[in-house]
């Protein structure tokens, strides 16, 4: 696939986070899983309305994350998002849905914040994602056999986490802090585009997760060569 100077730029700087190597193990002892993606798009129902003409253009290692926050047509999504990252090489994770991931065949399962209290039942051979604000969180995602944590919001977002109340973005520091708290990998979400990411360098972060930045640089309106 030939990518756009857009889509480029933020694939390769996705990318200089990410050890690359596929190591056990990473820089400060984290824990490193074969094939994690450096870079993620998440989807939400009212920012990526047809999320799946983005997927099916991401480079062959990323990840799709599926936030279908109980839309009606969250089974249609899915079964267009498995057969769109199928297609490209992509791994399909669902947030909250543990019924849908095992009804579309995705590869595993996104924990939102307040699911580390009580996890559901992993079944073998799912890959595990969640997102962990604080160490607390970081602890009981290694407890509970999480493959990878997201770490948010990095920088101020968009979509409902831009409206939380109090809602304060760590910055570069508060990555960095966050990161060196947890052996597992982290990837950064939050207000990314791929300037912002090339300052995270040197964080710790193993990867970027980003809505708006991931369609625009690969979705329907990407300029295209």
Do not use: Y
Request: aromatic share 6%; net charge positive; hydrophobic share 45%.
């Amino acid at each position: 696939m030939i990518l756009s100077p857009q889509a480029r730029a933020l694939w390769d700087a996705a990318c200089a986070l990410s050890p690359g190597s596929g190591a056990d193990v990473g820089a400060n002892g984290t824990r490193v899983s074969p094939g994690l993606p450096p870079l993620w798009f998440l989807t939400d129902p009212e920012r990526t309305p047809e999320p799946w003409r983005t997927a099916e253009r991401l480079p062959a290692g990323a990840g799709v994350i599926l936030r279908h926050f109980g839309r009606p047509e969250a089974r249609d999504t899915a079964l267009r998002l498995r057969e769109a990252t199928t297609s490209a090489g992509v791994l399909f994770l669902i947030a909250a849905d543990p019924e849908l991931v095992a009804a579309v065949g995705a590869d595993g399962l996104h924990l939102p914040h307040g699911w580390l209290e009580t996890p559901p039942a992993i079944p073998p051979g799912w890959r595990l994602s969640a997102a962990c604000r604080s160490r607390e969180a970081h602890a009981r995602a290694e407890a509970v056999g999480v493959e990878v944590v997201f770490v948010s919001p990095v920088f101020f977002p968009g979509g409902r986490s831009g409206a939380r109340p109090g809602m304060t973005p760590l910055g570069r520091e508060g990555l960095a802090a966050l990161v060196r708290s947890t052996r597992l990998p982290v990837i950064a979400l939050g207000g990314l585009d791929a300037a912002r990411i090339l300052t995270l360098r040197g964080s710790g972060a193993r990867g970027a997760a980003a809505v708006e930045a991931v369609q625009a640089a690969f979705g329907d309106q990407a300029v295209r060569p």
